[in-house]
């Protein structure tokens, strides 16, 4: 019998700079994440959080596109037993009636 397991994040939320337009160039707002992620080895999910937080801190990211990418990317190049990862950012406050966002699929 084959068995995957996936390892799964809900419902993180962080704030962080990213948007074009000038006020979430200037002030942090609200994200949520959601993340699943299969792998080779064992990956701390706890590490995998921490190291989203502070790369999205870091980057102060444009649009939550270009975020995924730069992400993604990343977090094969520091987590080398990635296989395949799925992200999801929300921007939970810059719509009253809505929450918008993207979500990456990612097979390495």
Do not use: W
Request: charged share 30%; net charge negative.
């Amino acid at each position: 019998m084959s068995q995957k397991i996936t390892t799964l994040i809900k419902d993180h939320e962080f704030e962080t700079i990213i948007g074009m337009l000038d006020f979430e160039r200037t002030t942090p707002q609200k994200v949520r994440m959601n993340a699943s992620f299969c792998s080779s080895g064992f990956i701390d999910y706890v590490s995998v959080i921490e190291f989203i937080e502070k790369f999205y801190n870091e980057r102060k990211f444009k649009s939550v596109e270009e975020s995924l990418e730069a992400t993604s990317k990343a977090l094969k190049e520091n987590f080398k037993d990635l296989i395949s990862l799925n992200l999801e950012i929300l921007k939970i406050e810059i719509l009253k009636n809505a929450t918008v966002g993207a979500k990456i699929e990612s097979v390495y």
